[in-house]
């Protein structure tokens, strides 16, 4: 696999780099650029950078089709080229869509010029058809999947794995969260349901970093929770430890499009707790987890505490099985190539 890097401003120099750091839709803990701040400048020199990458891309490597992803700006440079192109809609490009129509004249061409749209849920294809009317008859679902490479289930030493994450305290019991630390994510309805649930024995575990980080640590401290950890970013071999090691994830998410990190849990045998929102409803069942509503944290404390204390038994072998047998993502490339063989 060959890659092609556009640089941005961040923490060192790099020759060429974009005088500004990487712009998200909601915030993101390692920049704090929006793509709703941006100045018109800053968005033809991101679209020119881009556009200088996908035609040098294109010169060298000559491709029959280009995968773009998100109905935003990259897409709407491919879109420019007289080769067939097809697009994946994730839900955070919906989120902007939503939030300004500044962005709009960028995102009308994708739809009109693009082969196919892949949709990763019946809510996420619900919602691109009704934000472009014009994408209906375009759209295909395939549902995201894990890397089974990367999230498996393995016996670690719990011991170990939190003395990695500079975690001294024995716990007999983990809940843990994964994720960016924003309002859609839910991490205080979390917080919440702790201080029904927690005990000396029961660590609760946050992990991720954002922008309300700062406002959740205090939050814990004034609801007096003495067992709640916020260990920051991750990377994926940490986030399988933790996945292993712990008795339940946690997803409160008040927004979520698929929620992919609930998927890299189970693929390591972990169940599930997570709000009957977006994609997640679509493959988080009984044998699995638990669904919960949103902005409950009675229901969510409720719920943990039946996992905790073995009220409802899970199967790790059986809850990995599911994932691995529907979700990996060898189980979409026959699908995605069909896609790409009908498009050209």
Known sequence: MKTHPVFFKYEEKIEGQLPFNFPCFDPHPRSGESFYDFTDEQINLYMEAFDK???????TFKPDIIHAQHIW?????VSKYNIPFIVTAHGSDLMGYNETDRFHKYCYPVIEKC???ITISKENNEEVIKAYPKAKGKTTIIENGYDKNMFYLKKYSKKHVLKELNINKKYKKIVAFAGRLTHNKGVDILLKAAKDYENEDVLTLIAGGGTVYD???????????KNVVFVGNQTHDSLRKIYN???????????????????EALACGLPVIATNSGGMKNFVNSEVGFLIDIDDPEMLAED????????VKFKKKKIAKYA???Y????FMKTLVDIYINSI
């Not at 990458?53 to 010169?59: H, M, S, V």
């Not at 943990?304 to 009220?311: D, F, M, R, S």
Request: charged residues 35%; glycine residues 2%; aromatic residues 4%.
């Open 53 to 59: 990458a996908i035609k040098e891309e294109i010169e």
């Open 73 to 77: 700006l990259i897409s709407n440079v």
């Open 115 to 117: 082969k196919r749209i």
């Open 215 to 225: 406002e959740l640590y205090e939050f814990s401290k004034k609801l007096e929770l």
């Open 245 to 263: 090691i712990a008795d339940v994830l946690v997803v409160p998410s008040r927004e979520e499009a698929f929620g992919l990190v609930a998927l």
């Open 304 to 311: 943990v505490k039946k996992v905790l204390n073995k009220e």
């Open 324 to 326: 691995r047998k529907n």
């Open 328 to 331: 990996s993502q060898e189980n």
